[in-house]
Structure formats: structure tokens, C-alpha cells
């Protein structure tokens, strides 16, 4: 069964310094995307980066970068330049290509911005 | 464009009452789904329709639960009977395509059973 795991229920970073929060899967599927959603506390889900298995290069989005290790099964996300509207819950997801609405989700780390 | 609308943003129901949660998706999007969040915990699928059909209700419990996405008006989770344990936080998100990768969320409806 798919499975992912985040191992740092929280996290505490200092305002303009980077962070990296940890992720990892299981999967015997080849073809699949991880995702990272940052969850404020408005609740809202909005998604911060995608990223393809297929693609060796890491995404990036703005301060945000991910850290892409297939053979390891670990995805992990760099923010840089931390900012206080960066405070929310951050979510690890999976899905495999074929049925792209079962999102697999962790647990969450929740990050604070220290001023 | 409005996002995904969720009502009522807090619902508050004693046990054995029902609990209808509303979901209007973005506009032009067609394809519907629902996930639960448990405290401290990410969210799991519950159900996923288009317009009119279920297409996979796989995560939804068999029994108190049900969904629609009528054809005209929001999509509707139903909890029927509810209990202690139904309360959570019920995410909707949508998309225009099924295949799309980017799911727009609604803010969530937190139901909390007395």
C-alpha cells in the first residue's frame, strides 16, 4: 500500500532563513507525482509545488524548492528566505498517474516563522 | 472567479441528527471531491462525482454517508445518524477535467458532533 510520511510534527525557523521539511513515501508504482500543500489557518488547501517522478530535475517555485530522491523515496521541501505569511501546516502528497484525484496525503508538519 | 465554496464553515449537530455539508465548485468545473481531515492527520478521499454521477465513493463509509452533484446547484455530503466519530474537518475540491493535476480546495466545513 502507498503510504506517506512526514516525521516532524513541527518545525521552527527564524524570519528570512531557510527550512527544509522532510517527506517521505512508499510506492512500487514508477509513474506518479508528489505534491506539497500548505494548509493556513484559514484551512484552505493551496498547493505550493508539483512535482513529475519521471523528471530528474527538482521543481521550483519562487522560494520554494523541493529536494527529489526516487531511490530513496524522500521529497522534501526548501523554503528559503522564510517569510511570516509562510507560518501554516505543510502536507506531503502521492498520487499515482492513473487515478490522479486519490491523493495520499501525510500528516502534516506545522511551521513556525519567528520574527 | 470565485474559489470553491464551502457552507456552512462550522456545523454543530448532537448525536443521531443529520449533517448536510455543501460544496460549490469553481466555475466551469465539473468534476467534485471530497475529502475528511481528522485531527492531526492529512486527508483522506472520501467520494469523487461529475455532474449527476458517483464516479468512485471508495473512501466513503458504507453506511450514513452519501453524496450527490446534482445537475443543477452544489454538490452535497449527507451524514446521516451522525456520531461522536464523524466529527472532522470536510474538505471539497474541484477541477475542470478529471485529469487535471491542480485541485482547487474550499476552506472545509468542521462538523463537530455532540
Known amino acids: 500500500a502507498q503510504t506517506v510520511t512526514q516525521s516532524q510534527p513541527e518545525m521552527s525557523v527564524q524570519e528570512a532563513e531557510t527550512v527544509t521539511l522532510s517527506c517521505t513515501y512508499d510506492t512500487s508504482e514508477s509513474d506518479y507525482y508528489l505534491f506539497w500543500y500548505k494548509q493556513p489557518p484559514s484551512r484552505q488547501m493551496i498547493l505550493v509545488i508539483r512535482q513529475e517522478a519521471y523528471k530528474q530535475q527538482n521543481a521550483t517555485e519562487n522560494r520554494f524548492s523541493v529536494n527529489f530522491q526516487k531511490a530513496a523515496k524522500s521529497f522534501s521541501l526548501k523554503i528559503s528566505d522564510s517569510q511570516l505569511g509562510d507560518a501554516a501546516m505543510y502536507f506531503c502528497a502521492y498520487r499515482t498517474s492513473t487515478q490522479d484525484y486519490q491523493l495520499i496525503w501525510g500528516a502534516g508538519t506545522k511551521l513556525i516563522i519567528k520574527p | 472567479n470565485a474559489g470553491v465554496m464551502q457552507n456552512p464553515r462550522h456545523l454543530v449537530r448532537r448525536r443521531g441528527q443529520e449533517a448536510r455539508l455543501r460544496c460549490s465548485p469553481m466555475k466551469g468545473h465539473s468534476h467534485v471531491y471530497w475529502y475528511r481531515q481528522l485531527p492531526e492527520e492529512g486527508l483522506k478521499f472520501m467520494v469523487y462525482?461529475?455532474?449527476?454521477?458517483?464516479?468512485?465513493e471508495s473512501g466513503m463509509p458504507k453506511e450514513r454517508f452519501s453524496a450527490e452533484f446534482p445537475k443543477e446547484g452544489p454538490s452535497i455530503l449527507r451524514i446521516q445518524q451522525v456520531v461522536r466519530g464523524d466529527s472532522a474537518a470536510y474538505f471539497c475540491?474541484?477541477?475542470?477535467?478529471?485529469?487535471?493535476?491542480?485541485?482547487?480546495f474550499g476552506s472545509g466545513t468542521q462538523l463537530s458532533v455532540l
Open positions: 475540491a474541484s477541477s475542470p477535467t478529471p485529469t487535471n493535476e491542480k485541485l482547487f
Open positions: 462525482l461529475q455532474k449527476e454521477n458517483i464516479i468512485d
